[in-house]
């Protein structure tokens, strides 16, 4: 039972007050036909709309079953418009881009009914209303009477309570209008049928009670309700259109204007395309620059030296307090330098040397180590024999597999010219430039004469011997000094000595034209296991074990200085600190050996100060790089030691300078995303407008206002996928032109490639940027009024 009680309406436009209902009450029965007339302005579809929950009232009570709606929210009134109350206009308001069927079938989707049961409710409503052969033609394909009888069936459908009929047959003809008014009296058997009409013969000869109106007021009432009867219990079913629901609204009337949303979609993915591409040549070229490295950068040693570098320090001390260079000011600053050192010292001992010995070999082309060591090497020239000076001719230790005397690392970067590779540890190997040059003074330096004084034939280098003297046979002992054995007769005796080692040049190479990781310089290469072979004897010697019981320089008889006064001495003499001093006085700038220093160099030492690894390829130099970053695990920072991976470097820094150049391009591509939302905006706008009538539908239908908003955001998604995938597909395909462009111009393959993530990433953005777009335009469309939009063409 339906209640009106002291029901005011009033509509103020400026300083005019129009009262459309003054105070009505009226009781309605469960089920009557009730036809309200009146002359236009009287109040008559305002009250149809204040009972139909499109309009509030502004004071009074509307009981529904004896449930007050004073205190209904919005939501309230959306439900009690869906489960309650069924409307049929007089100009149908259809949708017209939804079929018939689904036209009915929309006030049961808003109450969440489920598919089969809602498209059985709507044919048994359309079959009701004689339509039942017309379920999938559109509005626009029916007459007059058929669009009404459709509406009929909508408000019949989610089987309300009420039916409110505004001049259902006013649009219509005389046979028609009657053939309506049958159908409405005979569903106003079991339900309440309340229509508003100026038709009084119509009113009259189908409605069973008459209600005239005027002025707001009522003026008679033919068959008045008196009951105060209360029925209990009544409930509101809430409802909700889902997101699946408002996308297949919004699809079905953008397919209704496929040109103007392909248009938008292209116009909108014109940032996309931009994007793409840039992403698509930087993850080409980010590929290329990684292949560069694989291929050609992957033999690159890892270094692990006594003194590591730190690329990554922060910014200097004068920078952090902004001090200017060359200031004028006439004040002295102080800071502490050490903060500014940019070195590491690492602290390679024995246990890290056997560390590095337990990797897995598999993954090394070579090791070299780089030993403060001077070995005892004899020349012979003239039938006279003297010491080499290794220093002059970059003696040098060439990267050899662990525990092997061939080297893969040689084999694979450096040509062989004449000769043999090392095959044991006393063969030589003579490395020349890529002009087969080597500089004269290391020529002379090896006993190696130049007859024309311009070039020497390999054969007669190949096969060259020298000797190699142990510490033992070298120096005796003079007193407390060892000496130099037959240094000042002749060293002819040591050099042909069954004791001395022979060492001969077995082979020539030259670094590979092809090759990026060559690293040996001009001069004598040899294997670790001959340096090795040197200091296992020399940390026997008599001289080693002399010099590790003395004070003081077992060579030359000088002082010798701890580790830890020697940095201090070095640092306090500086040029100009010592002058005036006497002949007996310390160099200025010489800081006094250190015990190790003296040691080392007599080959007593086996600890390098430098080892270079040599990767098989870039897959092992990952897992070397893993296996050195596992020792430092859990150590403290000072403890830790470091290694330089010159080939990450250099690709580090290319990746970045590429990075930062996507990063500015990305940028001004993205701009044509910001104007692309404004047009998303606008267009959104736009059909906003365009959708008024269907918004009021929607509305009286009891949609919700977040029910609206959904639609227009499920039309701004589709628009956004469609856009994102447009963009992306576009790109797709100029990337083809792209590559056959740049591979012209550089000869480099495939370099614009789009990243499936990428991609996708990109589609999202489309979305969620169009999205974002048209969040005003879907908040202005859910909060039009009802009746407004109702009224809209």
Request: glycine fraction near 6%; proline fraction near 2%.
């Amino acid at each position: 039972m339906l209640q009106l009680k002291n029901v005011a309406k009033s509509y103020v436009t400026g300083d005019f007050t129009q009262v459309a209902l003054n105070k009505v009450s009226l009781n309605f029965r469960k089920s009557e036909f009730v036809a309200i007339l009146g002359q236009s302005g009287s109040g008559k579809t305002t009250l149809l709309n204040v009972i139909g929950g499109l309009d509030k009232y502004d004071s009074g009570d509307l009981i529904i079953n004896g449930q007050s709606t004073k205190n209904f929210k919005d939501k309230d009134w959306d439900a009690y418009r869906n489960n309650s109350v069924g409307f049929i206009f007089q100009s149908y308001n259809l949708i017209s881009h939804l079929s018939i069927v689904d036209n009915v079938e929309m006030g049961m989707t808003l109450s969440g009914v489920s598919s089969s049961v809602k498209h059985k409710n709507a044919v048994e409503a359309l079959e009701r209303v004689g339509l039942k052969d017309h379920l999938h033609k559109k509005p626009n394909q029916l007459s007059g009477g058929q669009m009404q009888r459709v509406a009929i069936a909508r408000a019949l459908a989610n089987d309300p309570d009420i039916i409110l009929a505004d001049e259902p047959t006013g649009a219509l003809d005389t046979e028609t209008s009657e053939q309506i008014m049958e159908l409405i009296k005979e569903i106003a058997k079991d339900k309440l049928v309340i229509m508003v009409t100026h038709n009084p013969e119509l009113a009259y000869k189908y409605a069973n009670r008459i209600v005239n109106f005027s002025d707001g007021n009522i003026k008679s009432d033919s068959n008045p309700f008196d009951s105060e009867e209360v029925l209990e219990g009544y409930k509101l079913k809430k409802t909700s259109m889902s997101f699946v629901t408002a996308l297949k609204l919004s699809g079905k009337n953008i397919l209704t204007k496929k040109w103007r949303t392909a248009i938008i979609s292209f116009a909108s993915s014109i940032g996309i395309i931009g994007i793409a591409l840039v992403l698509a040549l930087s993850n080409g070229f980010n590929k290329q620059i990684s292949s560069f490295e694989t291929d050609t950068m992957s033999n690159y040693p890892i270094t692990i030296d006594k003194t590591a570098m730190n690329l990554q320090m922060s910014k200097s001390s004068s920078e952090k307090v902004n001090l200017k260079k060359y200031t004028g000011k006439k004040n002295i600053y102080s800071y502490d330098s050490s903060k500014d050192n940019q070195a590491h010292t690492n602290d390679i001992t024995q246990k890290y040397i056997d560390y590095l010995n337990k990797m897995d070999k598999s993954l090394l082309d070579g090791v070299t180590y780089t030993r403060s060591i001077n070995m005892n090497i004899l020349k012979m020239n003239a039938d006279k024999a003297t010491l080499l000076n290794t220093s002059k001719v970059n003696f040098q230790t060439f990267p050899s597999n662990p525990d092997k005397i061939e080297s893969n690392y040689l084999k694979e970067n450096y040509d062989l010219l004449d000769g043999s590779y090392s095959s044991n540890k006393t063969d030589l190997m003579l490395v020349v430039d890529e002009y087969n040059r080597l500089d004269t003074s290391m020529l002379k330096e090896l006993g190696i004469d130049t007859p024309d004084g311009k070039s020497i034939n390999f054969k007669d280098i190949i096969g060259k011997q020298y000797k190699l003297i142990m510490n033992n046979d070298y120096y005796v002992k003079t007193g407390n000094i060892y000496t130099v054995n037959g240094v000042a007769t002749d060293l002819s005796k040591l050099y042909n000595s069954d004791k001395a080692v022979t060492l001969k040049i077995s082979g020539i190479v030259r670094a590979k034209e092809s090759s990026k990781a060559a690293s040996l310089s001009s001069g004598i290469a040899y294997s670790d296991e001959l340096a090795q072979h040197f200091i296992n004897d020399a940390v026997n010697s008599e001289v080693v074990k002399a010099q590790q019981g003395a004070d003081y320089n077992v060579l030359t008889g000088g002082m010798l200085a701890t580790d830890s006064t020697k940095a201090s001495q070095a640092n306090s003499m500086k040029p100009g600190m010592n002058a005036g001093m006497g002949s007996g006085s310390m160099s200025a700038n010489i800081a006094p050996e250190t015990k190790d220093s003296v040691l080392a160099s007599l080959g007593a030492t086996s600890i390098p100060k430098s080892i270079a690894l040599y990767p098989k390829n870039f897959e092992a130099k990952k897992s070397i790089k893993t296996y050195l970053d596992k020792w430092n695990k859990g150590l403290k920072e000072k403890n830790k030691i470091e290694y330089s991976d010159l080939s990450a470097t250099m690709t580090s820094l290319t990746g970045g300078i590429m990075n930062g150049i996507t990063l500015v391009l990305v940028a001004f591509a993205a701009i044509s995303l910001v104007v692309s939302m404004i047009m998303i905006s606008i267009i959104i706008y736009i059909s906003v407008l365009e959708r008024t009538k269907e918004i009021g539908i929607l509305r009286a239908l009891g949609a919700r206002k977040k029910d609206v908003s959904r639609v227009f955001n499920a039309e701004t998604f589709i628009i956004g996928a469609c856009s994102g995938l447009m963009g992306i597909g576009i790109a797709y395909l100029l990337t083809i032109p792209a590559n056959s462009i740049i591979y012209s111009a550089t000869e480099l393959k495939n370099v614009a490639q789009l990243k499936p993530s990428h991609a996708i990433t990109l589609v999202i953005v489309s979305v969620v940027l169009t999205m974002l777009a048209g969040i005003i335009p879907a908040r202005m469309a859910a909060k039009k009024d009802p009746v407004e939009a109702l009224r809209s063409e």
